[in-house]
Nanobody, 124 residues
Framework: RVQLVESGGGSVQAGESLRLSCAAS????????MTWFRQVPGKEREGVAA????????YYADSVKGRFTISQDGAKSTVYLEMNNLKPEDSAMYYC?????????????????WGQGTQVTVSS
């Protein structure tokens, strides 16, 4: 199974930027759908961005379009989430998840592999 390790979270002011990293334990170019989810206490996990590593196709939730960018570095087996113009409502625990295909990508129960999460806090 793929092991995933997130990093890069922190506390920032509204309008600032952060870049999250998700390092995979194996070559993610083996046709994986890598997806970033986020969760606040008491709410379900929300998918925010996904990338299909084979073709580089990217997908975004409406709430982050134009502000977040997902990318990959195959040499490092790492997926990134560049988050710009952060808002207080972006505050959450951010998780990286992996599965073989990107169909129904925002359904968290489709993902067998998860990282431990990294906290993002945005203050106004």
């Amino acid at each position: 199974r793929v092991q995933l390790v997130e990093s890069g979270g922190g506390s920032v002011q509204a309008g600032e930027s952060l870049r999250l990293s998700c390092a995979a334990s194996e070559n993610i170019f083996r046709r994986h759908c890598m997806t970033w989810f986020r969760q606040v206490p008491g709410k379900e996990r929300e998918g925010v961005a996904a990338i299909y590593t084979e073709g580089g196709w990217t997908y975004y939730a409406d709430s982050v379009k134009g502000r977040f960018t997902i990318s990959q570095d195959g040499a490092k087996s790492t997926v990134y989430l560049e988050m710009n113009n952060l808002k207080p409502e972006d505050s959450a625990m951010y998780y990286c998840a992996a599965r073989l295909m990107c169909g129904s990508m925002w359904y968290e129960d489709r993902y067998p592999d998860w990282g431990q999460g990294t906290q993002v806090t945005v203050s106004s």
